[in-house]
């Protein structure tokens, strides 16, 4: 079982940068694929990038060139930087891991709120 505690949420401006930060507890954290998802108000939960327990990195079309997912295995970390951020950026963001075959974790956390005004 796996546990997190996303932070680092807030307001920022348009063009600003925040630090989203994910601890995991439980020993499948460091081992598993572990990705950042948002949701902006009336809309679906949308995956922003992804890290391997290897540190592969995937990126969606909107975090790309934006977002730097990175991960420190021996603090059971998962940090998302996100820069020049738009109105639309808006959302609560998530981390969660992937169940392989499962697909990912049914049971997400409370999220951070990011806001990013014009």
């Known amino acids: 079982q796996v546990q997190f505690v996303e932070s680092g949420g807030g307001m920022v401006q348009a063009g600003g940068s925040l630090r989203l930060s994910c601890a995991g507890t439980?020993?499948?954290?460091?081992?598993?694929?572990i990705g950042w998802f948002r949701q902006a108000p009336g809309k679906q939960r949308e995956l922003a990038a992804t890290i391997s327990r290897s540190g592969n990195t995937v990126y969606t079309a909107f975090g790309k060139g934006r977002f730097t997912i990175s991960r420190d295995n021996d603090k059971n970390v998962v940090n998302l930087q996100m820069n020049n951020l738009k109105p639309e950026d808006t959302a609560v963001y998530y981390c969660?891991?992937?169940?392989?075959?499962?697909?990912?974790?049914?049971?997400w956390g409370q999220g951070v709120q990011v806001t990013v005004s014009s």
């Open positions: 439980g020993s499948m954290f460091s081992t598993s694929l």
């Open positions: 969660n891991y992937y169940l392989g075959s499962r697909g990912w974790n049914p049971t």
